[in-house]
């Protein structure tokens, strides 16, 4: 890979771990649904740790049955 290519992957990594970091200092929301507040399984934390929805709102944003919270 050509080193022009590295750094842009470099970059959308580290772009992607300040976000990663941003949502796990927020901690008091880290793992819990910001819909329902409920506790977000630890198996899709682990597939989808960025995750901010649980699976049921998850369904119900795809479907347009969910309006996305502002915060
Ligand atoms: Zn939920």
Redesign the pocket.
């Known amino acids: 890979m050509d080193k022009k290519k590295l750094e842009a992957f470099k970059k959308r990594l580290e772009t992607r771990q300040q976000e990663l970091r941003r949502t796990v200092n927020r901690k008091g929301s880290f793992g819990e649904?910001i819909?329902?507040g409920?506790e977000i399984n630890a198996k899709r934390l682990e597939a989808v740790p960025w995750t901010r929805?649980?699976i049921?709102?998850q369904e119900k944003l795809e479907k347009g049955q969910l309006e996305e919270a502002s915060r």
């Open positions: 649904c819909s329902c409920k929805h649980c049921e709102c």
